[in-house]
């Protein structure tokens, strides 16, 4: 009965009498999930434009975070550094093309998964190589991010925002809609969701599969870039942020491999029940960090009812 | 020249079936199980044992386990670390609720404690599928690397939350622990490893191993001729979270020595699947050829720089290591998707009809 009751009555009962911690608690988880909507995003472009698994998205994160303040520190002005990024982020897209999809072309989906693999590895040794295995700041200041907070009292109580978080979410709003808009109304955009709906037709019609590679995956970098800095602010710069990569898998699994919205919704979903989770029920009951695996035991269970996702396309299978 | 056929008769199909069908083969691997068994044990350093031998031993069977998953019945598996860690932990408690009991017998029985674990984990792959599947392995990794950290009893209780191997013996000479030696590790290591990979061969040869294959190439398929999808499914998880169990009880027990729950994480996992893919998806032989690779690796890139003169620091290996072997995996898919055994195949079929090409 006890345990019953911390179970279903007493996190309840905390949310109730605090709920200005209760807010905290949920932007906070907010601003996570948007992260995690933002590499997932990456993720399905790739995918529904190639049907390619890209393990390699969340080191493209710390690898385009890291260049942008490697070149910072070695003396190049930030707002100069961005581009440079970009081209950096733009070369990666052409190597990754002609190096590893190119010869692949053909091969079955196990096989481009594991050379997205390879990729993660080369890139972090690489990476570890060039600019060092140590923690780096991100250049907020640089950048114009605003750095301060804004201090609220709903209820009678305190409710903190920080600016950075706030510029992070509007930042990834705008860039969502931005990419809709570019998926959806050009010329490029309609090129992509055609070889996403059937590579041999796309091509017959005179699509350039190797050049629609090389632009998602540049649009792949540059996602991976504006995740970077606003990661990289909340957390500092270092290869330990694969860990929060994988975070990325659940979200695309909850919200099936080829949806744009199912990125976005799975990952603030995941976001902020996890933190609920993590606050209400791991730390009193099970002793804490349980969000290390609570969004993939979430998106597991998901799956048992949903087996492509919540909004995945409808797996049709064929002998 | 050295592979001629000529002269070796099949009179029956047994004669065809037969483990070796070319004789040459049988002796090539009595010299390589004459180097395992006889000559690198006379010859070897203890460093080589620690540093070479026995890791090689150990990765080449949770290899073996997870290409009995991915490489025969074609459900990926990202969790190949936290079941090594149940077998390993299944192992510490075994052996210090029953000291009595013969090291051996604990060993073995600790993949049991994974096996359950993974079928366990395998359930969902009834219904999901390919990528998805991944996530339910991935859910393994995560929750129970979590729990090795959070139950204490796992550790019974110690402070620093790790697993330390006390000092167990049998047939009166030590085997575990920190009193033992290297050379009576490594023989240990491989009769269970020579053990093993032989059940292994001929599960993957047999009747299960046939059903395992067709449920790779498509499961549907396999379903419509008969066979019962969740039988094929379940016993891969089985059988092979029980040779990575008990390549996580050796990983320990044998070579480690001690282990955090850290040890067990993801990385642990890509290390074996990046053995299972350099070697080669569906094949026993290439899970050896791998983890031979992946071990020799770090060790090559450290002595190599020093003997031309290179200052070159540890971490820089490091990082030279985790750069290379992601090129190699590139390199080895794009050259040969199939991995290092298929390149011996190959070799070896050009050998049985040199000096012709055809």
New interface residues.
Partial sequence: MDFLNSVFVKPFADMVAAPDFLLQVLWEGLVAGVLYALIALGFVLIYKSSRI?NFAQGIMVVFAALTLVGLHEKGVPALLALPLTLLVMYLLAVAVER??LR??IN?????L???T??????????G??IFG?ENKVMITEALYIPTGSFEFEPFGGFLLIEQKDLTAVVGAGVLVAVLLLFLNKSRIGRAIRALGDDHQAALSVGISLSTIWVIVWFIAGVIALATGIVWGARAGVSFALEVIA?KA??VL?LGG?ESVTGAIVGGLAIGILEKLFEIYWGQPL??G??E??FA??L??IV??FR???LFGER?I??? | MLYRTAGQFKTSYAADHALFPVRQDAWLLGVILLFAFVIFPLTASEFTFKALLTPVLVYSLAALGLNILTGYAGQLSLGTGAFMGVGAYACFKLITIFPEMNVLVAILASGFFSAAVGVAFGLPSLRIKGFYLAIATLAAQFFLVWLFEKWAWLCNYSSSGSIQVPTVEMFGTPVFGPNALAIVQYYFVLGVVALITIAAINITRGRIGRMWKAVRDMDIAAELVGINLMKAKLSAFAVSSYVVGVAGALFVFLWRGAAEPVAFDIALSFRVLFIAIIGGLGSVLGNFLGAILIVALPVILNTLPATFGIPISSAMVEHLNTMIVGALIIAILVIEPHGLARFWQIIREKLIMWPFPH
């Fill in positions: 698994f190096v590893v010869p692949l091969q079955p989906d196990m096989i998964f594991m050379a693999i390879g990729i993660t590895l080369f890139l972090i040794g690489f570890e190589i295995g994988y898998l659940p699994m491999l099970l002793g960090n349980t290390s695996w993939f035991v998106a597991l799956l048992l087996p492509q996702g797996i299978e064929r002998v």
